[in-house]
């Protein structure tokens, strides 16, 4: 049985959570969701290398991009629903990614502002917490799953769906998962490679 791990940030999407692990888990997946308690623990490491070793472990990987970074990170460093993000990114996984609406309208809107011109990102451009988004670096996180980096002919593994309402982000997931055969296939294709 395959196994699927699902990240993100926890605050107000907790039913979301409890709505796609139901799902997995009736569709035959092992579903790793730190809220629910599924996933493995090592009581001698710490929360985010527990973290990052599901991702390495995992078969798959389900992030979710919210207008909430989530609380997960020491100091200013990159919260640890990011480092998982990049790690799966890195790591080459079979990825899908969900984004807020929210998180993707802010991206557009705040552009202008974010970088200048000449495209370097605007080192004065500072952003304050809001109740629509509260911290920038949930944009940070959607550009690296939409591969933002990469030329767009070479980007690869980077589909983001937009959703707004969790019956959305719950379609997809049995849009995308609902054919375990077909994500088998994709698995033993991709360990082949």
């Known amino acids: 049985m395959p196994?699927?791990?699902?990240?993100?940030?926890?605050?107000g999407i907790e039913d979301l959570l409890e709505q796609i692990h139901g799902v997995l888990k009736g569709f035959g997946y092992?579903?790793?969701?730190?809220?629910?308690?599924?996933?493995?623990?090592?009581?001698?490491k710490s929360n985010f290398q527990n973290c990052l070793d599901a991702v390495d472990k995992c078969d798959?990987?389900?992030?979710?991009i919210t207008p909430f970074y989530g609380s997960g990170k020491e100091g200013d460093a990159i919260s640890i629903t990011h480092q998982e993000l990049l790690r799966a990114i890195?790591?080459?996984?079979?990825?899908?990614?969900?984004?807020?609406?929210?998180?993707v309208f802010a991206r557009q809107l705040l552009r202008q502002y974010r970088f200048n011109d000449d495209g370097i990102r605007n080192p004065s451009f500072t952003f304050r917490e809001t109740d629509v988004?509260?911290?920038i670096r949930v944009i940070d996180m959607y550009e690296a799953a939409i591969r933002h980096d990469v030329k767009l002919a070479e980007r690869t593994g980077?589909?983001?769906?937009?959703?707004?309402?969790h019956a959305d982000a719950v379609q997809f997931v049995n849009a995308q998962f609902g054919n375990i055969e077909r994500?088998?296939?994709m698995l033993a294709q991709w360990r082949a490679s």
């Open 183 to 185: 994500i088998k296939a």
């Open 60 to 64: 798959l990987f389900l992030g979710l």
């Open 158 to 165: 980077n589909w983001v769906q937009q959703y707004y309402r």
């Open 90 to 103: 890195e790591k080459g996984k079979l990825r899908w990614f969900l984004a807020h609406d929210h998180v």
């Open 30 to 44: 092992e579903v790793w969701i730190s809220h629910t308690g599924t996933m493995p623990v090592d009581p001698a």
């Open 133 to 135: 988004l509260d911290d």
């Open 3 to 11: 196994v699927i791990l699902v990240s993100s940030s926890v605050y």
